[in-house]
């Protein structure tokens, strides 16, 4: 199947009655309702365990770690963006009453809010400090903070926000990105890698890795010099749609995943769900999960699908709702491996049916944020891929569904993103490309997206 197909082959993809039958049947949403943003597309139900969580055993330190880790970026917010710390300490005291003992952050995350928010959520839950690992990143991005003292003073604010006197897990943040030349910068030439590696010594960095995004020609060198650096672990994309991907190792997790294995070095994946498109799928595709194993929601199958291989040390899962975070343990507690049938099926069928709908490959992940003219690059984006998964974005107006489409589609834009924010109003600056992990050309999908909307606006298209 081409990932390029157009809409009208798309319409007749996503209206097919064999999967209206099998959604209804499984007690999913029929046309006209919407699933709202805590759907995990029929998330299972039943008790959430608080003893059957699965551990993987860190081979270098001996920690027992949760197979299930809380990524610390999507994190639910008031009016006016305001964190919601109240519900944040609820869900992060949930996790641990129910086994999950690792948690994800960084100083870029939230608007810079994100550590903070974790150190007060994690003092507030009562439980000891051996009890939990933390998980930050050197994001040292800006020229401006490229020197040795600028990186050690990150450093030394993540631990006054996350208010602990050692990290269990420090990465350098986002390699990739750019190839070697930001490594040098960054990390090597100032000599900041080498004090990381005297604060490991001294204790005050339990486990040193790296977060891996982009050419894979850094990531190839930075664990050819294994030896030098000794890594604890590294943090990698990978999920089933892109397990085999022979254009781009860079975004291949089988290349990634075994280069670890091979050299003994713990994996911790980000992204199982590539930014929650695995999770809001087409309803052709929830049909065709659902016809496995109905009871189980779209979501577990890329969670259980990362979590059988066995040198993951943790999965990591940014969990905004309660929904996300009970569905994910009961996942994980305890792992039901898949056969090898089951991961085949989920690589090959299931992953081309997925891929071959119009979607944008975003997985608003926020690295092209903040854009200097202020659009929410990421709200389009999630708006649009959402629109193509429920059949809004109509061929013409011919479309039997056009008025209704279009509709939802016009409406839900400027309630999910504000005007002043909205696709209209990029300059094509192009200073968002360098940082996309997926290599979108993000102007050019703008642009796309403008066109389109001004299309359905005008009644032209």
Request: glycine share 8%.
């Amino acid at each position: 199947m081409k990932k390029d197909i157009n809409r009208r082959d798309f319409l007749k993809l996503s209206g097919t009655v064999a999967a209206t039958t099998a959604l209804a049947s499984c007690g999913m949403k029929g046309e006209g309702e919407t699933s709202g943003e805590v759907d995990y597309m029929g998330h299972h139900e039943g008790p959430v365990p608080t003893d059957k969580m699965t551990y993987r055993i860190n081979p270098k330190t001996g920690d027992k770690v949760s197979l299930l880790g809380y990524g610390w970026m999507r994190l639910p917010t008031k009016e006016g963006d305001e964190l919601d710390q109240e519900q944040i300490n609820a869900l992060a005291k949930y996790a641990l009453d129910h086994g999950v003992n690792y948690f994800d952050t960084s100083p870029a995350y939230c608007r810079g809010r994100s550590e903070a928010s974790l150190g007060e959520a994690l003092e507030a839950s009562g439980y000891k400090r051996d009890q939990y690992y933390i998980a930050t990143k050197l994001s040292n991005f800006s020229p401006q903070q490229y020197s040795l003292e600028e990186g050690q003073k990150i450093f030394e604010n993540s631990l006054k926000f996350l208010r602990t006197d050692y990290v269990d897990y420090l990465l350098l943040h986002s390699i990739g990105g750019g190839g070697m030349g930001p490594i040098h910068q960054r990390f090597l030439d100032n000599g900041l890698l080498d004090w990381l590696m005297e604060q490991r010594k001294a204790g005050r960095i339990r486990n040193l890795g790296f977060s891996f995004h982009g050419d894979v020609a850094a990531y190839d060198w930075l664990l050819d010099h294994h030896d030098q650096y000794h890594w604890d672990f590294v943090q990698i994309q990978a999920n089933y749609c892109d397990w085999h991907n022979e254009d781009d190792l860079g975004r291949s997790g089988e290349y990634l995943y075994n280069e670890l294995e091979k050299r003994g070095i713990p994996a911790v994946i980000m992204e199982p769900l590539l930014g929650g498109r695995l999770s809001k799928v087409p309803d052709h595709v929830v049909a065709h999960l659902k016809q496995r194993k109905p009871e189980n929601s779209v979501a577990s199958w890329a969670f259980r699908y990362i979590g059988s291989k066995k040198n993951v040390l943790t999965v990591l899962s940014g969990m905004t709702y309660m929904e996300h975070l009970e569905d994910n343990i009961r996942t994980y507690s305890p792992l039901e491996e898949l056969t090898e049938e089951e991961q085949e099926w989920l690589e090959g069928e299931t992953s081309e049916l997925i891929k071959s709908y119009p979607t944008i490959d975003c997985n608003d992940c926020n690295y092209c944020m903040p854009c200097p003219y202020g659009l929410d690059i990421p709200g389009i984006f999630v708006h649009y891929n959402k629109c193509v998964n429920t059949g809004n974005v109509p061929e013409s107006q011919q479309a039997e569904n056009y008025k209704k489409a279009r509709r939802a589609f016009l409406v839900g834009y400027d309630r999910s993103v504000p005007k002043l924010r909205q696709a209209n109003h990029c300059v094509q600056c192009r200073v968002c490309i360098p940082h996309c992990p997926q290599k979108i050309d993000i102007p050019r999908q703008l642009r796309r997206i403008d066109e389109f909307v001004e299309q359905l606006k005008q009644g032209t298209l």
